[in-house]
């Protein structure tokens, strides 16, 4: 059972992630506004995105080191003020220049903020509690890609594209406040040496990666520039793999991945978290582009992806407690794949009432199962490896969604190759990235039926007569 402390903390966490996400997504809404402010091209402002991207995926996997070597609360705190701080400088920013090399600062603060904040909730919680913490942290996280097309169209229409930014001063100053007063000081280690061909290989590969997602979601002057980054981000991150395979304090301990519950959740989550955050890229384009809806329909059209993840949230731990994590995530993989491959069948003349249940359904099943991912990550991990799984899942995480836009970007000029439509194309997209959801699923068929179980908790089974305070709980006959 959660005490108030663990509950606040996991509360505060969740807003951390919700900024970070937030800021990930709602500037691609101001792009001509800010262009028109800053001198540039709306193309250029694409810049502003990736980079703020790639800051996260190259300086996450340091999470781990930089917690160990100075303690997670001076961390945490330091991360909080230098992406508020960012924030200011952001929308202070009177050139490209100047955006770009604060959404960096931005972009720092947010590597270390989240998975930090994860560390410090998951560190002494009891298994049991796992999945209600992670039911906190996890929603306000998928609430912000959908909220951020809506409030973006709201603030650069009615306001000015400074307030996307400004917005996040009082919201950091709160979390810095309550995280001061909340957050207690934990012992500090010596950690090991930091791993510089660590460092130097991954970030190499995860920063090509990333860039590479970028390339091919904004660039249409052919795969040569793509395909090149993406060859250097193969090789560098095959290097690094060997080399943290190989090495005896690796940078990210992929030897983590031994543990057959937290593998299934970076290889099946990162998949689904790429289909999860393609939607909220493809429908916005879909409503506005081939409906001809205004952005203020068409944000609070995909709001009802929201609807499903608050509907189905207050569920989650007790369907996970019931039923397990095999049969939700094939029933969330599933879900999803359904949810989107049936957006292939939506035209303008569809009733809104069918729309709107189609994205809340699709809402519903993301929210499922991306808490079951997130919370049968570290089911089953020792306490001792948990600091190495954390810093490796946020990283996965990141990188998958980092990459769900060049996704539906693919998805959706394959479907122009095939059909000369754009109604036509978008259909053929979203079968194919439901067809792509298939692929956690059949990883999600491939765990044992009991995978899991040691953060569920159930209900004691009566005592059997004559054997009177024998009952136990079906968790604790597991262990």
Not at 28 to 50: C, E, Q
Not at 198 to 225: N, P, Q, Y
Not at 239 to 263: E, I, K, S
Not at 415 to 443: I, K, S
């Amino acid at each position: 059972m959660l005490d108030t402390r663990q509950r606040t903390t996991a509360l505060l966490v969740a807003g951390c992630f919700f900024m970070e996400m937030l800021d990930g997504t709602i500037v691609a809404t101001a792009a001509p506004r800010m262009a028109a402010s800053l001198d540039t091209t709306p193309t250029s402002v694409g810049l502003v995105v990736t980079v703020y991207l790639l800051t996260l995926a190259v300086l996450i996997p340091l999470s781990g080191w930089l917690t160990a070597r100075y303690g997670a609360r001076r961390i945490f705190l330091t991360a909080i003020v230098l992406f508020t701080l960012a924030s200011a400088g952001c929308a202070a920013s009177g050139s490209l220049g100047m955006l770009v090399a604060m959404r960096v600062l931005q972009g720092a603060g947010g590597a270390l903020m989240v998975p930090v904040g994860r560390l410090l909730v998951l560190a002494g919680a009891a298994r049991t509690d796992i999945p209600k913490i992670m039911a906190y942290i996890v929603w306000p996280g998928l609430m912000a890609p959908v909220v951020a097309p809506l409030l973006g169209g709201v603030l650069t229409t009615y306001a000015s594209w400074h307030w996307m930014f400004l917005v996040n001063l009082p919201l950091g100053a709160a979390a810095f406040v309550v995280a001061r007063r909340l957050v207690a000081a934990g012992p500090t280690a010596t950690p090991p040496p930091l791993d510089i061909p660590g460092v130097l290989l991954s970030c190499t590969g995860l920063a090509a990666l990333t860039w590479a997602a970028h390339l091919v979601a904004e660039t249409d002057s052919g795969w040569e520039a793509p395909a090149g980054v993406g060859a250097l981000a193969v090789l560098a991150l095959g290097a690094a793999g060997r080399h943290l395979l190989r090495t005896a304090h690796p940078l990210v301990n992929l030897r983590t991945l031994d543990v057959t519950t937290f593998r299934a959740a970076v290889n099946g989550g990162s998949l689904f978290w790429i289909v999860v955050g393609s939607m909220p890229f493809l429908l916005p384009l879909l409503f506005q582009e081939v409906f001809g809806w205004s952005a203020v329909k068409s944000g609070a059209v995909v709001l009802f992806v929201f609807v499903g993840n608050i509907g189905i949230k207050p569920a989650t731990t007790p369907l996970i407690n019931r039923f397990g994590f095999r049969p939700l995530l094939l029933v969330a993989t599933v879900g999803l794949a359904v949810a989107v491959a049936g957006c292939a069948l939506l035209t303008a003349s569809t009733p809104l009432a069918v729309t709107a249940a189609l994205v809340t359904l699709g809402g519903a099943a993301r929210s499922l199962g991306l808490t079951c991912y997130s919370t049968i990550a570290f089911s089953e991990v020792a306490p001792e490896r948990l600091r190495d799984a954390n810093a490796l899942s946020a990283t996965a995480n990141q990188l998958a969604a980092g990459l769900a836009v060049a996704v539906a970007t693919i998805a959706l000029r394959l479907g122009g190759a095939l059909q000369d439509t754009p109604p036509h194309a978008y259909a053929v997209a979203f079968c194919l990235l439901g067809a792509f959801c298939l692929l956690p699923a059949l990883g999600a068929l491939r765990l044992r039926s009991g995978a899991g179980d040691a953060v569920r908790t159930r209900r004691a089974e009566p005592a059997l007569p004559g054997r009177a305070g024998v009952a136990v709980s079906d968790s604790r006959k597991s262990e």
